[in-house]
């Protein structure tokens, strides 16, 4: 196989393009809030929308993007921002990350916060395929998604390789790791690999820069969150998939990690949703989806 094509089918194994949220949404009455989330976004305001749907404010920059009829916003993960959201504006909201080990984005650092204009007929697509139904308009929003993103970042193979070729070596000993869901799994790895957990550890470190319990703490973190700003399952429902006692102990957890409990991030998935009239996709968080209704 020729170094193209090897690229090619590796990336087809291992990349994955996480969205946990791409919904359609009217805000009859405006929206006004702040969030940070460790998700990139991508807005997509159609021609149908007022002309001046309002804007969104990066809070430590101190700069906004205007929410125009017909543009198109990219709003890098990892910051806070501001919604100022005109009653009646029309929204197409993805939240999504590249990944090749789960939970490590590999557009950090190379996405840019940028307005510009999106092509009429692409947008309208977008709020047709976000209001239906089928398998055909969640494919048409997934590979919108994939259209705008291929315009707007180019990553040579080489800042992604490294990724790729840990996730290879590491994927079975991640999922074990997750699935799980407990410190044990790492001794239950390591025996698997013929290594010790200490040397299990520091070869986990050396290759994907963290330690496997830290990993996990992590990557539990996230599913959880994401179960909780999207979806309307209960806190002992996720804790239950997750391998915790309860939602007592996710509840420590998260707090530990995120420094957010679950009531605070149920919350603003509640408020953002009551905010607006949502496209009609379910939620689905903490399982592969389409798209569903939560905050932008």
């Known amino acids: 196989m020729n170094p193209a094509a090897e690229r090619l089918a590796w ?19 405006g929206l006004h809030g702040d969030n940070r989330l460790p998700l990139h976004r991508l807005f997509l305001v159609p021609h149908a929308s007022p ?25 890098p993960a990892d910051r806070r921002y501001r919604f100022i959201f005109q ?18 984005d590999l557009l ?16 309208a697509a977008a709020w047709r395929a976000a209001a239906g139904r089928s398998l055909a308009d969640w494919l048409t929003l997934e590979g919108l998604l994939r259209t705008l993103l291929a315009r707007h970042v180019d990553l040579p193979w080489t800042a ?14 991640l999922a074990e790791l997750e699935r799980l ?3 044990r799994a790492v001794a239950a790895c390591a025996r698997r690999r013929g290594l010790t957990r200490e040397g299990f550890s520091r070869a986990f470190r050396r290759e994907l820069g963290v330690s496997p319990t ?13 179960a909780l700003l999207y979806s309307d399952r209960t806190c002992d429902d996720i804790a239950t998939e997750l391998g915790f006692a309860d939602g007592f102990a996710l ?10 409990r679950p009531g605070e991030l149920r919350l603003r998935g509640a408020q953002a949703r009551n905010s607006s009239t949502a496209s009609p996709w379910r939620s689905t968080a903490g399982r592969e989806a389409g798209p569903d209704s939560s905050p932008q």
């Open 251 to 260: 509840s420590r957890m998260l707090k530990r990690v995120t420094g957010r």
């Open 108 to 123: 950090a650092g190379h996405l840019a916060w940028q307005a510009g204009a999106g092509r009429r007929d692409e947008l």
């Open 51 to 75: 002309a001046d749907g309002g804007r969104v404010e990066d809070v430590a920059a101190r700069r906004s993007l205007p929410l125009t009829a017909g543009s198109v916003l990219w709003l």
């Open 181 to 183: 869901g407990a410190r």
């Open 160 to 173: 992604v390789e490294g990724a790729v070729r840990a996730q290879r070596r590491w994927g079975a000993s």
């Open 11 to 29: 990336g087809r194994e291992v990349l994955r393009l996480h969205c946990p949220h791409a919904s359609g949404d009217r805000f009859a009455d």
């Open 214 to 226: 830290a990993w996990l703490s992590r990557r539990l973190a996230e599913r959880a969150s994401e």
């Open 87 to 104: 009653p009646g504006l029309l929204l197409v909201g993805f939240h999504f990350r590249l990944e090749a080990v789960p939970g490590q």
